[in-house]
């Protein structure tokens, strides 16, 4: 069963920041959201996970609302090599296998 | 590189051929995994290893026959495949127990003519 909502694909000016929503409305409480990317034929990258703060690195933010049910992940000045299908995945920590849906196409556009 | 490294990164062969997919890491981890994923499709889990031992086989046929002889490699042998075994086979590394996310190596590209 499907735990996140995604749309299929978005479209993003090179340079502007990139917003990709996603809805786990049935989060529960025990349970991280992760982000990953895969390039074109390549595997999925790691991105960035969180449980309920807030969290940045060097690649993106994540932004959980505070009832959990949504999170955007913020590419905040978008590349061209930043094209690829963005995975939103909720995770028990420790336990589950991460399982893939078929994600968000970005395309970042000149 | 990813730490992960898959071989070969393509392959094609005959559905009476046997071959076998390699992946090995240098990270330190002790799970390692296979998906696959076919063409438009989601990745799906295919086998999962924790310290050596398999610990999930989602309903994976037997011409899929997996080998983890230590923690850092993980190999896929593959027997009569059939035209739609063709896709991308990707191997991933973690650390069981630990909240990370996996790694994984830049895949197989797998034809079966």
């Known amino acids: 069963d499907a735990k996140t909502t995604q749309p299929t694909s978005m479209d993003c000016a090179e340079g502007r920041a990139a917003n990709l929503p996603c809805n786990h409305s049935?989060?529960?409480?025990?349970?991280?959201v992760y982000w990953y990317r895969q390039i074109h034929s390549q595997g999925p990258q790691y991105i960035i996970h969180?449980?309920?703060n807030n969290e940045t690195n060097e690649m993106a933010s994540l932004i959980i609302t505070e009832d959990r049910k949504s999170s955007t992940l913020i590419l905040p000045h978008a590349t061209l090599r930043d094209t690829a299908v963005y995975y939103c995945?909720?995770?028990?920590?420790?336990?589950?296998?991460?399982?893939f849906g078929p994600g968000t196409r970005l395309s970042v556009l000149p | 590189e990813t730490g992960v490294t898959q071989t070969p990164r393509h392959l094609v062969m005959g559905m009476t051929n046997k071959k076998s997919l390699k992946c090995e890491q240098h990270?330190?981890?002790?799970?390692m995994y296979w998906y696959k994923q076919s063409a438009k499709k989601p990745l799906e889990l295919m086998f999962v290893?924790?310290?050596?031992?398999?610990?999930e086989n989602n309903s994976v046929p037997s011409r899929f026959s997996p080998e983890c002889p230590n923690s850092s490699h993980l190999f896929l042998h593959l027997h009569t495949l059939q035209p739609e075994d063709s896709a991308l086979y990707l191997c991933?590394?973690?650390?069981?127990?630990?909240?990370?996310?996996?790694?994984f190596g830049s895949g197989t590209r797998l034809t079966v003519v």
């Open positions: 969180g449980l309920k």
């Open positions: 991933a590394s973690s650390q069981a127990g630990a909240n990370y996310g996996y790694t």
């Open positions: 290893y924790n310290f050596k031992e398999q610990t």
């Open positions: 049935t989060i529960s409480g025990n349970e991280y």
């Open positions: 990270l330190g981890h002790n799970a």
């Open positions: 995945i909720v995770r028990e920590d420790y336990g589950q296998n991460f399982v």
